[in-house]
């Protein structure tokens, strides 16, 4: 099938959803001016953000004068933990249920200027860690079902502090994305008796086209599926069901993994690049959940330049997902890309 010249559908299996690509439209993507962005030249400490050590958060708490990490339950948190269990339900057309949860801020350096990109691997094995002890201890609540670690980077993906820091979001239960997923992986072991994301894995480390980079226990590639113009996903070569089951080497060549795609991204178009990046992880509702294979998301919206950005209107809204640059292609792109940061060069 020729897939690089004329439209056609593609299938995301994690979700069961299929999505347009129409590469005929734009057969020299990267015609005209690349603008870059001038980017703003960050302090390593500003004493007006209120995450940088030492400093009064919104809230009027003070922060520590933390030296590598720092976590906190966030200030304005979408979901907490004590609130009264109900329900209403009108026809089964009016429906709502109540929703317990705990929302934390990580903090991944003290350093106001530094991103993942820019941080050192060894530093960001310390988030992985920091990580991986919270999807722990959130996980063990029992009322906490699901735990979403994730990052938002930019203005443009609603960031409203520059200070390098994700969230942690964990719910009563698991949201519908990763609960898709989920079953759309249990639904593939009890077919082909194999896990989904190993045989792809398998299956893309054959044929190549989209694989950004690796190492001994990770792989970071454009999936077949993407619907962002440079999304990404990072899987581990081997089957694991989430973060707590990495050994202190995987803890290091997942930072490093991290620290290289963020590179790329950032060297693409020469300007820190905005993404939203997630963790997909076996839910924490204590059972096995062996179908489960934990990987990454980036979802970064910009399409040809600094400036230049994807929006998901028209017949995206109304009908289904569509891109023009094709997966192999922005994976060649990225994979072009310099491995020393745009701004070290």
Not at 80 to 106: F, H, Q
């Amino acid at each position: 099938m020729n897939l690089s010249d004329y439209p056609h559908r593609r299938f995301n299996p994690l979700l069961g959803e299929w999505l347009l690509v129409s590469p005929h439209r734009t057969k020299r993507p990267w015609q005209g001016k690349v603008e870059k962005s001038p980017g703003a030249v960050l302090p390593a400490f500003d004493p007006a953000c209120y995450l940088c050590p030492g400093n009064t958060r919104a809230d009027g708490s003070k922060n520590p004068k933390y030296s590598s990490t720092h976590v906190f339950v966030n200030d304005f948190s979408a979901l907490i933990p004590t609130i009264p269990s109900d329900s209403m339900s009108e026809k089964n057309l009016l429906v709502a249920r109540s929703e317990r949860g705990l929302c934390k801020v990580i903090c991944f350096s003290p350093r106001h200027n530094l991103t993942l990109a820019l941080m050192e691997p060894k530093d960001l094995r310390q988030v992985v860690s920091v990580w991986i002890e919270q999807y722990k201890e959130l996980g063990s609540l029992p009322y906490i079902n699901h735990v979403q670690i994730f990052e938002n980077r930019g203005d443009v993906m609603g960031c409203s502090n520059q200070h390098p820091h994700g969230q942690i979001w964990a719910n009563e239960t698991v949201p519908v994305l990763p609960a898709t997923e989920g079953f759309k992986q249990k639904e593939y072991l009890e077919k082909n008796k194999t896990c989904l994301l190993c045989d792809y894995v398998n299956l893309e480390k054959n044929m190549q086209a989209r694989i950004v980079l690796e190492n001994n226990a990770f792989v970071a590639l454009v999936p077949f599926w993407a619907i962002w113009p440079f999304e990404t996903m990072i899987i581990p070569k081997t089957h694991m069901t989430d973060i707590g089951t990495l050994s202190e080497p995987h803890k290091l060549q997942l930072a490093e993994i991290m620290h290289n795609i963020g590179i790329r991204y950032d060297n693409l178009f020469e300007t820190s690049f905005p993404y939203s990046m997630g963790i997909h992880q076996k839910p924490t509702d204590d059972q096995p959940h062996d179908e489960w294979h934990f990987h990454i998301h980036y979802y970064p919206p910009l399409l040809r330049s600094a400036t230049i950005k994807k929006f998901m209107v028209g017949y995206e809204m109304l009908a289904m997902p569509q891109r023009d640059i094709t997966a192999e292609e922005s994976a060649h792109r990225l994979r072009a890309c310099p491995a020393v940061h745009y701004s070290k060069q």
